[in-house]
């Protein structure tokens, strides 16, 4: 979270759930199949849990994930549960240790948000948790997060810092790209590859006598760029191609002029047409210059 915070958006700039619904209803019928709603705290909107029974009437759709802080879903868990169509959570987590996870997140809510974890790795959802690997800060806990797999059926996922931290890339002492977390884990542990399918955005392993597994996420080296078949829509209904791109179209907008739902289709259709090859290239297009906005604003 950037230390001075982030503008609070007027309610009517962001995407009904009934708008929600609609944008995802019109990509299902072309052929989409999962959707993940994420955070920080998605839990914030009211009655989230209302929209996820409404999402799940959806046919089209096979799987609803979830991305949290784990800030306010814990409450919901046992409804979550009975939804079917929900599989995975990921719960946002960069440290184990409470004054750090405070000095990241700005506030003091580690007690809880474990809790969650382990509410969570006991219920019948699939449980990741996200970590942020960032240089100088939690580095020294990446084997602390391998080991906490032995005994959870959990996936521990590090994820390479990228520049989404409100003001651009900060100064690192060190440059903890995938292989340098690799290298990390092994000096601990034997991993063996587990074969993913092929539009995963981790690249993960299993060691032995462990309950979970551990993924990395080379998010800033991009190297999973060309398997890539993602796309994202904003709060506010920015549809972004690309997770480094500015934004190539404002669909709340297009709704609220009337547009029908096969114009959506139409539109969806030449907008995924333009999808860059890769991140780099991406973010080169940026007309702001480079990727410096907050993940807090963009979805995690």
Same mark, same amino acid.
């Given at each position: ?26 990509l299902t019928e072309l052929g989409v199949q999962k959707v993940r709603l994420t955070g920080g705290e998605p839990f914030v909107r009211k009655d989230f849990v ?29 409804? $979550?549960?009975?939804?079917?169509? #929900? *599989? @995975? +959570?990921?719960?946002?987590?960069? =440290?184990?240790? %409470? ?85 990390? $884990?092994?000096?601990?542990?034997? #991993? *063996? @590859? +587990?074969?993913?399918?092929?539009? =995963?955005?981790? %690249? ?97």
């Open positions: 979270m950037p230390a001075q915070g982030i503008d609070i958006v007027p309610r009517q700039e962001l995407l009904t759930f009934k708008e929600m619904y609609r944008l995802i209803r019109v209302g929209f996820l029974e409404m999402l799940s009437h959806n046919d089209l759709l096979e799987a609803i994930n979830i991305t949290t802080n784990g800030a306010l879903i814990s409450q919901h868990i046992d409804r $979550i549960e009975k939804l079917g169509k #929900v *599989k @995975d +959570i990921n719960l946002s987590i960069d =440290s184990l240790n %409470r004054e750090k996870f405070a000095k990241i997140t700005r506030r003091d809510a580690f007690a809880e948000v474990y809790k969650t974890l382990e509410l969570l790795e006991q219920s019948s959802l699939n449980l990741k948790l996200n970590v942020v690997v960032q240089s100088g800060i939690n580095t020294d806990e990446i084997v602390d997060f391998v080991r906490f797999t032995k005994d959870k059926k959990l996936a521990v996922r590090f994820i390479e810092e990228m520049p989404f931290n409100g003001k651009g890339q900060r100064k690192m002492e060190e440059n903890w790209t995938f292989n340098k977390i690799l290298n990390e $884990i092994k000096t601990e542990f034997d #991993v *063996k @590859d +587990i074969i993913s399918e092929k539009s =995963s955005t981790s %690249r993960n392993y299993a060691i032995d006598n462990h309950l979970g597994t551990v993924g990395i996420i080379p998010a800033f080296t991009r190297t999973i760029c060309n398997n890539c078949n993602r796309i994202r829509i904003t709060s506010t209904g920015t549809f972004k191609n690309c997770l480094f791109d500015d934004g190539v179209f404002n669909l709340r907008d297009f709704i609220r002029k009337g547009a029908s739902n096969d114009d959506l289709k139409e539109l969806f259709l030449s907008l995924v047409k333009e999808k860059p090859e890769n991140g780099f290239i991406a973010e080169a297009n940026r007309q702001d210059g480079g990727a410096s906005e907050s993940m807090s604003t963009i979805g995690g």
